[in-house]
């Protein structure tokens, strides 16, 4: 069973930083693709940044800019750097990790108990 483990959520003022990082129990590579995703109560689950195992990355609209999303390979973490942080990106903020098992495509989808961030205004 795949253990993901998210860290360094928190209270920030707006314009401030966090830096998400998330533990995986599976070497990261071998993961097709990793992400990061939020969510508020009343909401869906948005996703908010992305990696493919070749390395490609997509971001939300609202994270364009201000949130990077990369994997450190000595630490098998996936982390987000998030800067200017902005009231609205208050959320609990899920590590996501998918993997295809079979040719025909299955996918094996992993989630971490997420981490709450509180950005003040």
């Known amino acids: 069973q795949v253990q993901l483990v998210e860290s360094g959520g928190g209270l920030v003022q707006a314009g401030g930083s966090l830096r998400l990082s998330c533990a995986s129990s599976?070497?990261?590579?071998?993961?097709?693709?990793m992400g990061w995703y939020r969510q508020t109560p009343g909401n869906r689950r948005e996703l908010v940044a992305g990696?493919?195992?070749?390395?490609?990355?997509n971001y939300a609209d609202f994270g364009m800019g201000r949130f990077t999303v990369s994997r450190d390979s000595a630490k098998n973490t996936l982390d987000l750097q998030m800067n200017s942080l902005r009231p609205e990106d208050t959320a609990v903020y899920y590590c996501?990790?998918?993997?295809?098992?079979?040719?025909?495509?299955?996918?094996?989808?992993?989630w971490g108990q997420g981490t709450q961030v509180t950005v003040s205004s």
């Open positions: 996501h990790a998918e993997a295809v098992v079979n040719v025909e495509g299955a996918k094996v989808e992993h």
């Open positions: 599976r070497n990261i590579f071998r993961f097709d693709k």
């Open positions: 990696i493919s195992s070749g390395g490609g990355t």
